[in-house]
Nanobody
Framework: QVQLVESGGDLVQPGGSLRLSCAASGSIFSINVMGWYRQAPGKQRELVATITSGGSTNYADSVKGRFTISRDNANNGAVLQMNSLKPEDTAVYYC????????????????WGQGTQVTVSS
């Protein structure tokens, strides 16, 4: 079984910073891509940022220049550094991993964490 656990969500003032962490545990063979997604009330879940095993990154236009994603290989995880936060960044942030297990090494599947709340408000 595979688990993804996020941490770091909080209430922060506009212009502030937060650091979200995600750690994957369990029966993991290989992680291809890790990413962060978010879902605001009444809206669909959207991509925030992704990072491949090779270090290539991709960002939503709305967060470019403010957010940085990085891999935490020691914890099979990913970190999202969020700076210059805006009220519109308020959402539940979910960690995602595309990975394979020892039982099916060539089959990559999506796994999701439970989410962590980020609220940007004065």
């Amino acid at each position: 079984q595979v688990q993804l656990v996020e941490s770091g969500g909080d209430l922060v003032q506009p212009g502030g910073s937060l650091r979200l962490s995600c750690a994957a545990s369990g029966s993991i063979f290989s992680i291809n891509v890790m990413g962060w997604y978010r879902q605001a009330p009444g809206k669909q879940r959207e991509l925030v940022a992704t990072i491949t095993s090779g270090g290539s990154t991709n960002y939503a236009d709305s967060v470019k220049g403010r957010f940085t994603i990085s891999r935490d290989n020691a914890n099979n995880g990913a970190v999202l550094q969020m700076n210059s936060l805006k009220p519109e960044d308020t959402a539940v942030y979910y960690c995602n991993a595309v990975l394979s297990t020892p039982a099916k090494r060539r089959v990559y599947s999506d796994y999701w964490g439970q989410g962590t709340q980020v609220t940007v408000s004065s």
